[in-house]
Nanobody
Framework: QVQLVESGGALVQAGGSLRLSCGAS????????VSWYRQAPGKERELVAT???????NYADSLKGRFTISRDNAKNTVYLEMNSLKPDDTAVYYC???????????WGQGTQVTVSS
């Protein structure tokens, strides 16, 4: 059974840091590209960052320098390190895994991040 489970969301003050985790099971995780998305209340879901099976990464331009995506294939886990958090970072954060266009896409259930001012 394919599963993606996010964790690490919390209430944090502005300027603080959090590390989110996305744990995977039921598929060959190391071959998948994994992305973090976020969705704030009343807004569309937006791409935060992606890490490919090669380890290459890309980020939303507005988040470069504050967020870092990484993966540990031995643990079937992708991380999102978030620093200098702002109230605008408040959202539900989701991870997504896929082999690429045209292949199955797997989503987690999300984890809530709330940044207080």
């Amino acid at each position: 059974q394919v599963q993606l489970v996010e964790s690490g969301g919390a209430l944090v003050q502005a300027g603080g840091s959090l590390r989110l985790s996305c744990g995977a099971s039921g598929f060959t995780f190391s071959t998948y590209a994994v992305s973090w998305y976020r969705q704030a209340p009343g807004k569309e879901r937006e791409l935060v960052a992606t890490i490919r099976s090669s380890g290459s990464t890309n980020y939303a331009d507005s988040l470069k320098g504050r967020f870092t995506i990484s993966r540990d294939n031995a643990k079937n886990t992708v991380y999102l390190e978030m620093n200098s958090l702002k109230p605008d970072d408040t959202a539900v954060y989701y991870c997504k895994a896929t082999l690429g266009p045209g292949w199955d896409v797997y989503w987690g259930q999300g984890t809530q991040v709330t940044v207080s001012s």
